[in-house]
């Protein structure tokens, strides 16, 4: 069974600071990671793909992959409460439960 | 708008009724995905479509029958549902090359069988 983990949280951060969400997988042959943003009562919303070990920057959002720890995450820097949402990992097609995010003004 | 639309947005079905839930996408998109999401667990793969051909099938029970008539419309055909396969009910699409398929999600349609 292909597995994506999350903590489930709920993760609360004050605003401007950064959040950090975390996801690991057990299947070591996946190629693609994605983290989605899911309000409440809306489908999930791609905010980030990584493919390659290391760092990728877009805005706020920073993903990071080790595939031989068979980790991602994602960092959220500058939080804003808008930003308050449920997260999703997805290795290839698979998703983790996500975690819930509170960003308090 | 993700250029990926559901019809109906709401449905409550007994269990002896047969429905069908509709999907769309404008994107060029060449694969397209079911997807249930029940309160508190993973979303759950059930279909994938690759060019029109069904590649993948999550041990998804009978009574669920998807259709993919072309690469821009997928259906799930629903039948004799029981009330825990009420949820939301996701389709995504992507463009497939190699490792790289972002997904883009419909708004889904929330289900209630009674």
């Known amino acids: 069974q292909k597995e994506v983990e999350q903590n489930s949280g709920p993760l609360s951060v004050p605003e401007g600071a950064i959040a950090s969400l975390n996801c690991t997988y057990s299947?070591?042959?996946?190629?693609?990671f994605f983290w989605y943003r899911q309000y409440s009562g809306k489908s999930p919303e791609l905010i980030m793909s990584?493919?390659?070990?290391g760092d990728k920057e877009d805005g706020r959002f920073t993903a990071q992959l080790n595939k031989a720890s068979q980790y991602v995450s994602l960092l959220i820097r500058d939080s804003q409460p808008s930003d308050s949402a449920t997260y999703l990992c997805a290795v290839g097609e698979r998703f983790g439960a996500g975690t819930r995010l509170t960003v308090k003004p | 708008e993700t250029g990926v639309t559901q019809t109906p947005r709401h449905l409550v079905m007994g269990m002896t009724n047969k429905k069908s839930l509709k999907c769309e996408q404008h994107l060029g998109h060449n694969a397209m995905y079911w997807y249930k999401q029940s309160a508190k667990k993973p979303l759950e793969l059930m279909f994938v479509y690759s060019l029109e051909e069904r590649v993948e099938n999550n041990s998804v029970p009978s009574r669920f029958s998807p259709e993919c008539p072309n690469s821009s419309h997928l259906f799930l055909h629903l039948h004799t549902l029981q009330p825990e396969d009420s949820a939301l009910y996701l389709c995504?699409?992507?463009?497939?090359?190699?490792?790289?398929?972002?997904?883009?999600f419909g708004p889904g349609t929330r289900l209630t069988v009674t």
């Open positions: 990584i493919y390659s070990n």
């Open positions: 995504a699409s992507s463009q497939v090359s190699g490792s790289f398929y972002e997904q883009y």
């Open positions: 299947d070591r042959g996946s190629q693609s």
